[in-house]
C-alpha cells in the first residue's frame, strides 16, 4: 500500500514526521492482528463476522492514514469514519470496541480540544445506545469514555507541545535570520561610510599630486605621503569591520536569545565588552552553546530574569550564563552532554551549578593561546 506524501498542513507534516507518532502508528499493525486472532481463538472460523473484519481494515487504514496525512481540517472527519466503522462492526465482532476507542483518540490531534472531548461524548452516548439495543456489556461504554479520555488526553498534551516547538523553531529560525541581514546591513552601512569618504580624499589627492609632478615635485611628493598615510589607516578599519563581521554570529546569538526570552517573559541582561575577537570556529561553538543553554531556559528554567555575562582578560575568554528559575539542571542529560562535547573541541571547559529551586549558571571558559585549559568530565 503505497502511502501519499504528507500534506504541509498535516499531522506528519506540521510536525516533521516525530518519531511518538510514528510509533504509536506502528502499534496499529498488532491491533489489526489482534482483531482477526482473538474472535477466532473465541468462535472459530466463520465468514460471518471474518468477511466484515477483513472488508472493515481497507478502510481503516485508508482512514487512519489520512490522519496524518491529510490536512488537519479533515482529520475529525477521518476519525469519525473510524468510529463509525467500529459501530458497525460491533455487531459480528465485539473487538471492534478498539476501533471506536482509536477514533476517539486520533480526534485529540485536531487543532481545538473540542473536537476531541465533542467524540468523547458522542462515542459514549452511541455505546450506551448499543448497550440497551444489542445488550452489549456496560463495560464497553465504561471503556469507551475512560480509555477516549485517557489516551486521548495524552495525545493532546503530546501534540500541543510538539506544535509549540515547531513554532519555535520556527520563531527562532526568523529570528536568526533577521539578526544576521541587520548585521549586514549595519556592516554595509559602516563600510560605505567609511569606503565612501575615504577612496574621495585618496582620488583627490592622486590628482592634485599628478597635476603638481611636473610644477612642484616636493608637494607632489608630499600629496602622495598623504595618501599612502590615509590609504593605510583605512586599511586599518577595513579590517577591524571585518573583524566585526565575523563576530556577527554570536553577537546576532544573543539578538536572538533576548528576543526569545523576552517573548516568553524572562527578561535578559547582557554584559559584553566593547570588541573582542573570536577565531571563526571558536565562535561557532560558542554560539551553539549559547543556544542551547537559553533554549534550556525558555523550556525547563520557569524563570523571570537571565544574565549572560561575556569577559575577555588577554588570552581568556569567559561566558557565563544565569538564570533565576527551578535549577535541577541535569549535569548528563543530552543537551548538557553536547555543551560539553562542544566545549571539548576548543578545549574549553563548562561548569554547571544548579541546586533545585536556586537557578542555574553555566560557568563556561575558553583559552584563545597557544595553550589548552584543564577539561571537565
Given at each position: 500500500?503505497?502511502?501519499?506524501?504528507?500534506?504541509?498542513?498535516?499531522?506528519?507534516?506540521?510536525?516533521?514526521?516525530?518519531?511518538?507518532?510514528?510509533?504509536?502508528?506502528?502499534?496499529?499493525?498488532?491491533?489489526?492482528?489482534?482483531?482477526?486472532?482473538?474472535?477466532?481463538?473465541?468462535?472459530?472460523?466463520?465468514?460471518?463476522?471474518?468477511?466484515?473484519?477483513?472488508?472493515?481494515?481497507?478502510?481503516?487504514?485508508?482512514?487512519?492514514?489520512?490522519?496524518?496525512?491529510?490536512?488537519?481540517s479533515r482529520l475529525p472527519f477521518h476519525a469519525a469514519a473510524i468510529c463509525a466503522l467500529g459501530f458497525v462492526l460491533w455487531a459480528v465482532n465485539p473487538l471492534s470496541l478498539g476501533y471506536v476507542v482509536i477514533g476517539v483518540t486520533l480526534t485529540a490531534y485536531a487543532r481545538r480540544a473540542s473536537a476531541w472531548l465533542i467524540a468523547v461524548a458522542v462515542a459514549t452516548l452511541v455505546t450506551?445506545?448499543?448497550?440497551?439495543?444489542?445488550?452489549?456489556?456496560?463495560?464497553?461504554?465504561?471503556?469507551?469514555?475512560?480509555?477516549?479520555?485517557?489516551?486521548?488526553?495524552?495525545?493532546?498534551?503530546?501534540?500541543?507541545?510538539?506544535?509549540?516547538?515547531?513554532?519555535?523553531?520556527?520563531?527562532?529560525?526568523?529570528?536568526?535570520?533577521?539578526?544576521?541581514?541587520?548585521?549586514?546591513?549595519?556592516?554595509?552601512?559602516?563600510?560605505?561610510?567609511?569606503?565612501?569618504?575615504?577612496?574621495?580624499?585618496?582620488?583627490?589627492?592622486?590628482?592634485?599630486?599628478?597635476?603638481?609632478?611636473?610644477?612642484?615635485?616636493?608637494?607632489?611628493?608630499?600629496?602622495?605621503?598623504?595618501?599612502?598615510?590615509?590609504?593605510?589607516?583605512?586599511?586599518?578599519?577595513?579590517?577591524?569591520?571585518?573583524?566585526?563581521?565575523?563576530?556577527?554570529?554570536?553577537?546576532?546569538?544573543?539578538?536572538?536569545?533576548?528576543?526569545?526570552?523576552?517573548?516568553?517573559?524572562?527578561?535578559?541582561?547582557?554584559?559584553?565588552?566593547?570588541?573582542?575577537?573570536?577565531?571563526?570556529?571558536?565562535?561557532?561553538?560558542?554560539?551553539?552553546?549559547?543556544?542551547?543553554?537559553?533554549?534550556?531556559?525558555?523550556?525547563?528554567?520557569?524563570?523571570?530574569?537571565?544574565?549572560?555575562?561575556?569577559?575577555?582578560?588577554?588570552?581568556?575568554?569567559?561566558?557565563?550564563?544565569?538564570?533565576?528559575?527551578?535549577?535541577?539542571?541535569?549535569?548528563?542529560?543530552?543537551?548538557?552532554?553536547?555543551?560539553?562535547?562542544?566545549?571539548?573541541?576548543?578545549?574549553?571547559?563548562?561548569?554547571?551549578?544548579?541546586?533545585?529551586?536556586?537557578?542555574?549558571?553555566?560557568?563556561?571558559?575558553?583559552?584563545?593561546?597557544?595553550?589548552?585549559?584543564?577539561?571537565?568530565?
Open positions: 500500500m503505497r502511502i501519499p506524501p504528507p500534506h504541509k498542513d498535516s499531522l506528519l507534516g506540521g510536525l516533521r514526521s516525530p518519531v511518538y507518532l510514528r510509533w504509536q502508528a506502528g502499534l496499529q499493525v498488532f491491533w489489526l492482528i489482534a482483531l482477526i486472532q482473538a474472535p477466532l481463538a473465541i468462535k472459530g472460523f466463520d465468514w460471518a463476522w471474518m468477511g466484515p473484519t477483513l472488508a472493515s481494515i481497507p478502510v481503516y487504514l485508508v482512514c487512519y492514514i489520512a490522519v496524518y496525512v491529510a490536512p488537519l450506551l445506545g448499543w448497550v440497551y439495543l444489542f445488550h452489549v456489556p456496560m463495560v464497553h461504554a465504561a471503556v469507551v469514555f475512560g480509555v477516549g479520555l485517557a489516551a486521548g488526553f495524552s495525545n493532546f498534551l503530546y501534540v500541543r507541545g510538539a506544535r509549540r516547538d515547531a513554532e519555535l523553531r520556527l520563531s527562532q529560525t526568523e529570528v536568526r535570520r533577521l539578526a544576521t541581514l541587520a548585521e549586514r546591513e549595519r556592516i554595509g552601512r559602516d563600510l560605505h561610510d567609511l569606503l565612501g569618504h575615504t577612496l574621495s580624499l585618496i582620488t583627490l589627492k592622486s590628482e592634485l599630486a599628478r597635476r603638481l609632478a611636473i610644477a612642484d615635485p616636493a608637494r607632489a611628493q608630499q600629496e602622495m605621503e598623504e595618501v599612502e598615510r590615509v590609504a593605510r589607516h583605512t586599511l586599518g578599519e577595513v579590517r577591524s569591520a571585518a573583524t566585526g563581521m565575523r563576530a556577527g554570529d554570536l553577537a546576532s546569538e544573543l539578538v536572538s536569545a533576548r528576543l526569545m526570552l523576552e517573548a516568553s517573559g524572562i527578561a535578559l541582561q547582557v554584559e559584553l565588552p566593547d570588541r573582542f575577537e573570536l577565531p571563526a570556529a571558536t565562535e561557532a561553538t560558542l554560539s551553539l552553546v549559547l543556544r542551547e543553554a537559553v533554549t534550556n531556559i525558555h523550556r525547563h528554567s520557569r524563570a523571570t530574569e537571565a544574565r549572560v555575562i561575556i569577559t575577555r582578560n588577554g588570552q581568556d575568554f569567559s561566558m557565563r550564563i544565569m538564570d533565576n528559575g527551578c535549577g535541577g539542571l541535569s549535569a548528563h542529560g543530552n543537551g548538557v552532554s553536547g555543551m560539553r562535547e562542544r566545549m571539548r573541541q576548543i578545549g574549553g571547559r563548562l561548569a554547571i551549578d544548579s541546586p533545585a529551586k536556586q537557578g542555574t549558571a553555566l560557568a563556561i571558559d575558553v583559552p584563545l593561546g597557544g595553550g589548552r585549559m584543564e577539561r571537565f568530565a
